[in-house]
């Protein structure tokens, strides 16, 4: 029978592969350092091949290496997928998916019902202002606003766009045209103080009385209340697509706001090959498509 290694030798060499770094790759496997070069002195030795270039401050790959991380890595994730589909229910992994609260409750809450995964993935959605460090493992997926680049080491690809629109409810929009006309039907105020600029480009003449109205720290808060009758709020189409399509809001016929930013995933590249989280990201893509 042709040589293979041992698999925590190579389970020690995709995750240095993917660190070139021993000390965090002793880390994650719960190892010393000194336990981690041993495995890879002993697997280059068992190859007759330098996997990796041993430099002053560190390690990275040679292009044998970097060929070989590729094949092993995929090989793990067969094994992987392979033992998962061997026992069906169990060791169900659980995907931590950090966003914010508004985008939590306006886009991603209705479409849970038809999530696919259910009983194979344990999707946890954390939601919160707060930024969550995937390098450290705080969450294993994002969806956020701030455009990339990002840290070294994270992945992103584009959600939605971060077209802005002015909604209120549709009696109240009726006749309106103007950016004075906003103003009498009262201004509601999210965190991101999107009205400021839209005046200043619009009607500078207006923009010193913009501060009137009642504020909040959430766009879902200024959604309801614009659904009640209660005001206009200036936000992302993504989150009213629905109150739009059923007619609960309607869209202001006047000059439309600037852009905002667009809405990315984003996720650590050591977990990139998880099968779990390409299916929430392929999900969530399907989701923002259709």
């Not at 390690?59 to 033992?83: P, S």
């Not at 109240?172 to 039907?185: K, Y």
Request: charged letters at 25%.
């Amino acid at each position: 029978m042709a040589f293979l290694p041992s698999l925590s030798a190579l389970r020690a060499f995709e995750a240095a592969a993917r660190h070139e770094n021993f000390r965090k790759t002793a880390e994650e496997l719960h190892l010393t350092q000194g336990a981690v070069a041993q495995q890879i002195r002993g697997l280059e030795a068992d190859l007759k091949v330098d996997l990796f270039k041993r430099l002053p401050r560190g390690v990275a790959l040679t292009a044998a290496g970097e060929t070989y991380a590729g094949k092993i890595r995929a090989g793990l994730q067969v094994l992987q997928e392979a033992t998962d589909d061997l026992k069906p229910g169990e060791n169900v992994p659980e995907l931590i998916l950090s966003t914010t609260p508004s985008f939590a409750s306006c886009w991603l809450l209705p479409r849970l019902a038809g999530f696919p995964e259910k009983g194979r993935i344990d999707l946890q959605v954390r939601a919160s202002e707060n930024v969550a460090d995937l390098l450290t493992g705080e969450a294993d997926l994002a969806i956020r606003q701030v455009p990339p680049p990002y840290a070294r080491g994270l992945k992103s690809r584009l959600l939605c766009a971060g077209k802005n629109v002015i909604v209120g409810r549709p009696d109240l929009m009726s006749g309106m045209r103007q950016p004075a006309d906003l103003m009498l039907a009262g201004l509601l105020h999210d965190g991101h103080a999107g009205w400021s600029g839209y005046f200043r480009e619009n009607a500078a003449e207006l923009s010193g009385d913009i501060e009137k109205g009642m504020r909040f720290n959430q766009a879902a808060m200024c959604i309801r209340l614009a659904c009640s009758g209660d005001g206009v709020a200036l936000v992302p189409e993504v989150l009213v697509e629905q109150e739009i399509k059923e007619g609960a809001l309607a869209v202001f016929s006047g000059p439309a706001p600037e852009n905002g930013s667009d809405f990315y995933l984003v996720w650590s590249e050591k977990h990139g090959r998880r099968r779990d989280v390409s299916r929430v990201c392929d999900w969530l893509l399907h989701e923002a498509e259709s």
